[in-house]
């Protein structure tokens, strides 16, 4: 009984101490798997409208989607949503390099594109925005 009392204690206390520099870092790495994943699923599931709401604020404000740009991508079909490597700029921004496969629906004709994520951390919101817009799934054409 002892023991588990103790175990409580330095728990408790645990708690209390603020966090280190390498767990805040550890913690934002997890939200920004965890937001990468959100917006992955999104991505492919077509969910466009859900995608731009983890674009940043401050983007979306100043290059907001009409309604003709999101109904430009219900005429695709992401196939395909895979990460070819990450990279952290100086800045402390992270770059994801994502290769979509893209259908036509209307052609039914698939492509392969290279596609750059940008996160940033927001220390305030404490979480990470897509620095860039939605995919330009029609690039090239």
Known sequence: MRIHIRAVML???????????????????SKLEEIQNAYAAAIRWGDFESAWQLVDPEYRAEQPMTDLEFGR????????????????DPDGTMVRNIELRVINKHTMAERTLRYRERWKWDAEAKRWWLVVGLPDLWQGQ
């Open 73 to 88: 991508y219900e005429q695709v079909q992401v196939s395909g949503y895979r990460d070819i490597n990450v990279s952290a």
């Open 11 to 29: 728990l408790a206390l645990a708690w209390l101490v603020p966090m280190s520099a390498d767990a805040l870092n550890s913690r934002q790495r």
